[in-house]
């Protein structure tokens, strides 16, 4: 077979990453192997976010951008795959002469029978959702790996119906994926050197395997698998592969999912739980489906099983109707919490989500941009702060790769998803990705801690409960 190169540009998440590791093996058995530059590339794929306006508008000006390479190269093909393709498949077919193909998130398995229709001289589009796509069975080529860390997707699509989100139009129902093959990715990941998998879902809490829409059990023969039960199937893996997840929803989040982080040393103590707003009145309108209250609540709730747990947050500043008090309720919330990270955002109105047919975006954009400023301004005091409380701690860091800044420098991260910067050599001995190591905390800056490495390997009497099976 001739081997032809694909070159595949993500955008967005990290759900988005993960599914262009689908996509490639998908083109794995159609010949395509995967290159890193757009130069030479017999097909070009970018995998599309359409969150904010202006992941879109990025997406469009590159797409204008790859014309020149096809001047160059007549044959070279262009896809549109992700949430743009669902989203804007008519714009980009009928626009951007330079599309030949558009592929929704749900329809990479079509992607074959797509590229054979491109040979025959046509335009190429499939964005069909479904409602059982998961994309299980199929064994993900690595993109861009560190060897070290890699996304495990557990569910797709969304039945949340936020008022400012696009993701239920662009990505579907919700649907999760059985436990099996998600436990034998990590497993087979596991062998292969990995040493952390992020378990990915728009909201992981309502994982659910072997019940119907209604809570009725599908199949008597299989265990019922929440989120918490799948936490600990991965975890019991290996003690020596970390587990994270994203992303948490606060309504959602049960307090089993943290007794079992708290007893798995492996479960890394890092939860990102987005708020949003800190306004309930706000937190209404965004149809969240939880007050400030219940959110705070959430918080005291990971408090008390871990109180040394990381939390980070997303945030949107000039929501529909948000008031200057709203905006101080937010600043509030965020001075009760300290975040120890925060994504922070404009409102951007999506066409079609609940926001956009229901209230005027009518927080003027200087508004908007000062009240993000001032979230943001906030955020990096509290993240300087809340990065102080590791400085004199013995911690443990996994190793994943040359430092930035500097060759003579590595860097990982600790259990709390902190940046963690370490000196390549320890005495003699050069420390690897993949190493776990013990490094006391020296300094800290609102972006990374410095550490000094006092011990190779894990923590000892690291052991994980008896494996559960299903
Ligand atoms: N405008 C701004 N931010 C948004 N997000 C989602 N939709 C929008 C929007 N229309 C943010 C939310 C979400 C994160 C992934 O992106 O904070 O949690
Ligand atoms: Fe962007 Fe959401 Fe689609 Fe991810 S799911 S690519 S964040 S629109």
Redesign the pocket.
Known sequence: MDTKKVYIESYG?QMNFSDSEIVASILAKEGYEPVTSVDGADLVLLNTCS??DKAEQTVLNRIDGLNHLKVKHPAMKVGVLGCMAERMREELIERKHLVDLVVGPDAYRSLPELLEDLGSGQKAVNVLLSRDETYADIERVRLGSNGVSAFITIMRGCDNM?A????PFTRGRERSRDPKTIVEEARKLFQDGIREVTLLGQNVDSYRWNVDSRGNVKDTNEAVVDFADLLGLVADVSPQLRVRFS?SHPKDMTDKVLRTMAARPNICKYIHL?V?SGSSEVLQRMNRGYDRAWYKERIDAIRRHMPDCAIST???AGFCGESEDDHRSTLGLMDEVRYDMA?M??????PK?L?ARKYPDDVPEVDKGRRLQEIIDLQMQHAGERNQRHVGQVQEVLIEGTSKRSQDHLFGRNTYNAVVIVPRFQGAEELKPGQYIQARIISATSGSLQGDPVGIGMEPARRSPEPVSI
Do not use: G, M, N, W
């Open positions: 998440c969150i904010r936020c400012f989100c696009v993701v992303t987005p949003q997303d945030i949107i994504y955002f404009k409102y951007s109105e999506r989500t926001a």
